[in-house]
């Protein structure tokens, strides 16, 4: 099964210059709960941009870049065949951006853990194909920054 993470602005706003337009911590630790020791996918951009390397999960980065090799994890190259690869197996594949990567992807996930910042910030990179009328909204919690939820696509 393919789902995906993300925070997201009440403009459908995800990134600013390579890094996260926020620092919330609290919604980090979200992050951190639903995938350690799963499988998370990532493009390059959003790898490379990490300001810590993330431990205990099984990363695969998404490249076109055939020399690109960085230590400690499964490099893909065509992340169609990835997601086709994988959409109905047992095991979760969460996609954690970012954008070109969401975008990509978004048609393939069952599943996402999305958390609405509440505060609108200066952005350059958006997820425009995120609608919430595709999914179904199975938790929700309330926190003082975002609204952290869990949803379903709809049938
Ligand atoms: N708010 C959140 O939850 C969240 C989460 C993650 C990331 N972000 C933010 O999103 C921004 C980065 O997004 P981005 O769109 O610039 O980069 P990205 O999606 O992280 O990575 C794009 C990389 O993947 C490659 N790629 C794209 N499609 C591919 C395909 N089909 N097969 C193989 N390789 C492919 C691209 O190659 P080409 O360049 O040649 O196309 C590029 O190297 C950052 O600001 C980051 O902080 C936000």
């Not at 205990?56 to 076109?64: H, K, L, N």
């Not at 969460?94 to 992807?105: N, V």
């Not at 910030?121 to 926190?143: A, P």
Request: aromatic share 14%; charged share 30%.
């Amino acid at each position: 099964m393919i789902s995906f993470s993300v925070a997201i602005d009440p403009n459908k706003g995800i990134g600013y210059k390579g890094a996260l337009p926020w620092h919330l911590k609290d919604e980090l630790q979200i992050f951190k709960r639903n995938t350690l020791y799963k499988n998370i996918v990532m493009g390059q951009t959003t790898y490379d941009g990490l300001p810590n390397k993330l431990k205990d999960r099984y990363i695969t980065v998404i490249s076109i870049d055939h020399s690109y090799r960085p230590l400690d994890v499964k490099v893909e190259y065509d992340l169609i065949e990835f997601l086709k690869k994988h959409e109905d197996d047992e095991t979760e594949y969460i996609i954690c951006g970012g954008a070109s990567i969401y975008r990509q992807s978004y048609s393939y996930c069952k599943k996402a853990y999305v958390s609405f910042v509440k505060k609108e910030y200066e952005v350059d990179t958006r997820f425009d194909s995120f609608d919430i009328n595709d999914w179904e909204i199975t938790l929700e919690e309330d926190h003082p920054d975002f609204i952290y939820r869990e949803l379903s696509r709809k049938k």
